[in-house]
Nanobody
Framework: QVQLVESGGGLVQPGGSLRLSCAASGTTFTFNAMGWYRQAPGKQRELVARIRSGGSTNYADSVRDRFTISRDNAKNTMYLQMSSLKPEDTAVYYC??????????????WGQGTQVTVSS
């Protein structure tokens, strides 16, 4: 069974930094795309950043130039380096990954989420 496990969340002051990790287990294949999403209380879940197997990325405008997404395909691990954190970054951050399976179907996986709180 494929599992995604996030780590690295916590409490940080405004202007601080955190590095989130998403480790995949239960698979030896490379995900086609991986991404970080976040959801604050009472808000919709939104895409934060996405990275494809070839390394191309995209970011939400609100985090561009502050967050950096990366991945290690050999380890099936994804990272989100967050800098210059703001209170509005407070949310549960979720790891997402997708993979093409034999037969041409695409499977989408989610982690359990990790809490990031930015507060003085």
């Amino acid at each position: 069974q494929v599992q995604l496990v996030e780590s690295g969340g916590g409490l940080v002051q405004p202007g601080g930094s955190l590095r989130l990790s998403c480790a995949a287990s239960g698979t030896t294949f490379t995900f086609n795309a991986m991404g970080w999403y976040r959801q604050a209380p009472g808000k919709q879940r939104e895409l934060v950043a996405r990275i494809r197997s070839g390394g191309s990325t995209n970011y939400a405008d609100s985090v561009r130039d502050r967050f950096t997404i990366s991945r290690d395909n050999a380890k099936n691990t994804m990272y989100l380096q967050m800098s210059s954190l703001k209170p509005e970054d407070t949310a549960v951050y979720y790891c997402n990954a997708g993979a093409w399976l034999i037969g041409g179907t695409y499977e989408n996986y989610w982690g359990q989420g990790t809490q990031v709180t930015v507060s003085s």
